[in-house]
C-alpha cells in the first residue's frame, strides 16, 4: 500500500522543519554565509541536533510532527515508547542508512531507493528491523493528508525563501566558476 510513503513524508517533513528552523536561526543572527557553512567538509554534523531532538521526541510523545500529522507513531514491540537510548540509536541509524548523513544528494537518494524497497520487502526500515521497533499506524484521514500537505508545502516555500540568498550566490559562484561563455 503506500505506508512505506507515509512514512517517507513524515521523515522529510521532519528533516525540512529542521532545516527551516536551523537555517532561520542562522540567518538570525547575522551569519549570512550560509553558502560556505553548506561547503563545508563537516557541514553534515549541523544534522546531529536534529538526530537528537527527534530521539527526544520519540521518547516523550512515540512520535515526531511529521508522523503525527500522517497518524504514525513508534513504539517497541510491548507498543511502549522507546528508551531514549533505543530512540537516540534508531534516529541515528535512520540518519546514516536512510538519508546517507545528508552528505551528497545522489548518496540520500540512493538510500532512499534502497530503503524503499527493503521497507516494500520485509515491511520494516533497515533501522528498526536490529531493534525491534515498530511503527504504527492509525491511518491518516484525508483532512489530515490535506493539512499535512498544505503545511509541507509551507515549510518548502519558506525554506526556500531562507535559502534564497545562499542560492543566488551558489548560482553567481558557478557562473562565475564556469568562465565567460564564447
Known amino acids: ?16 522543519l529542521y532545516m527551516l528552523l536551523f537555517f532561520s536561526l542562522v540567518r538570525f543572527i547575522g551569519d549570512d554565509n550560509l553558502l560556505e557553512a553548506i561547503r563545508s567538509p563537516w557541514s553534515y554534523l ?72 527493503y521497507l516494500m520487502r520485509s515491511n520494516k526500515a533497515p533501522w528498526d528491523t536490529a531493534s525491534q521497533n515498530r ?7 484525508r483532512f489530515a493528508i490535506v493539512i499535512f500537505a498544505i503545511l509541507f508545502m509551507g515549510i518548502c516555500v519558506l525554506l526556500a525563501a531562507v535559502l534564497w540568498p545562499a542560492l543566488v550566490e551558489f548560482w553567481e559562484y558557478v557562473r562565475e566558476s564556469a568562465g565567460p561563455v564564447d
Not at 48 to 77: N, S
Request: net charge positive; proline share 6%.
Open 135 to 141: 511503527v504504527r499506524g492509525t491511518g491518516p484521514l
Open 1 to 16: 500500500t503506500f505506508f512505506p510513503f507515509l512514512r517517507f513524508f513524515a521523515r522529510w517533513f521532519d528533516v525540512l
Open 46 to 117: 549541523y544534522f546531529m541536533p536534529f538526530v537528537l531532538l527527534e530521539a527526544i521526541a520519540l521518547h516523550l510523545t512515540k512520535t515526531t510532527p511529521g508522523k503525527f500529522l500522517l497518524g504514525l507513531r513508534v513504539v517497541t514491540p510491548e507498543e511502549e515508547a522507546l528508551s531514549l537510548q533505543a530512540a537516540g540509536i534508531r534516529s541515528l541509524r535512520a540518519y546514516i542508512i536512510g538519508l546517507g548523513l545528508m552528505v551528497l544528494p545522489l548518496l540520500t537518494g540512493i538510500c532512499h531507493v534502497y530503503c524503499l524497497w
